[in-house]
C-alpha cells in the first residue's frame, strides 16, 4: 500500500497546494503562477492515468496545459482560473446529488462501506445519516457554486459585469474576492467537514467511530477505488 505522505504516493501535498499557488497568483497578478496552478490541477484530476504512464493521459496534460500557456500569453489564465473553484463545485454538488435517486446507494453510504465496512451500514441510524448527510453536501456545494459565480460577477476591477460594461449593484474589492475563491472556499470546506465530524460523533453517540486522524487517512487511501466505483473495504 502506498504511503499519501511520499512523493510517490498519493499527491496529497500537490492538492494542498493547488489553492496557494492559485492565491498567489491572483494577489500578485504573476500568470506564471496561475498557470502552474492550472497545470497542477490537471495533473491531479489525471493523476492514475498519468502515474500508469498512459500516453494518452500524458498528451492530454500537455495538449491542455499548452492551452494554458496560451491564455496565459494573453493574460486570461487568471479568468479561467477564476473558473476553477466554481466548475468544481458544481461537478462535486452533481456527484453528491445524482446518488440520490430512488435505487441507488448515497455516495457517503458508499464512503462509509469503502472505509468502514459494509456491515457499518447496517448499524442503528447509520444509513438515514449518511442519505441525509450527502443531500447535505450536494446543497452545501451547489449553494458555494452560486456564490462564488456572485462574488466572480460583482468584484471591482476585473468582475464579469466589469468586464461586460455593466455597474456591479454589489462592489466587492477584488482581493477579498480572490482571496475566498482559491483559499476560503476550500477552507470553508474543511471547516465543515470536520464540524460534521464532530457532530456526527454527538448525534451517533451510541455507536464506536474512527478517530478524525484514520478517518482521513483511509479516505485519502481509498479514494481511487472509490473513483472507479471499487468502493468495498477490503
Wanted: glycine share 8%.
Amino acid at each position: 500500500m502506498s504511503d499519501p505522505r511520499r512523493p510517490g504516493g498519493r499527491p496529497l501535498p500537490l492538492l494542498l497546494a493547488y489553492p496557494l499557488l492559485a492565491l498567489a497568483g491572483a494577489v500578485w497578478h504573476r500568470q506564471w503562477l496561475s498557470l502552474a496552478a492550472l497545470a497542477l490541477l490537471l495533473g491531479l484530476l489525471l493523476w492514475p492515468a498519468l502515474r500508469a504512464r498512459r500516453p494518452g493521459a500524458w498528451l492530454l496534460w500537455m495538449g491542455l496545459s499548452g492551452a494554458m500557456a496560451w491564455l496565459a500569453a494573453r493574460g486570461l489564465a487568471a479568468l479561467a482560473l477564476d473558473a476553477v473553484p466554481l466548475l468544481l463545485n458544481l461537478l462535486l454538488a452533481w456527484v453528491f446529488g445524482r446518488t440520490l435517486h430512488v435505487g441507488r446507494q448515497p455516495l457517503v453510504a458508499q464512503f462509509i462501506e469503502a472505509i468502514e465496512g459494509a456491515p457499518r451500514l447496517s448499524m442503528p441510524g447509520i444509513a438515514r445519516y449518511a442519505r441525509q448527510l450527502t443531500a447535505f453536501w450536494a446543497v452545501l456545494l451547489a449553494v458555494q457554486a452560486l456564490v462564488l459565480g456572485a462574488l466572480l460577477s460583482c468584484q471591482v476591477p476585473g468582475g464579469l459585469l466589469a468586464r461586460l460594461g455593466v455597474a456591479s449593484p454589489w462592489p466587492v474589492p477584488q482581493d477579498w474576492v480572490q482571496a475566498y475563491v482559491h483559499l476560503g472556499a476550500y477552507l470553508l470546506l474543511a471547516a465543515v467537514f470536520v464540524l460534521e465530524y464532530l457532530f456526527r460523533r454527538w448525534h451517533l453517540r451510541h455507536l464506536p467511530h474512527l478517530g478524525l486522524y484514520a478517518l482521513m487517512h483511509r479516505l485519502a487511501v481509498r479514494w481511487p477505488q472509490l473513483i472507479r466505483g471499487r468502493n468495498r473495504a477490503p
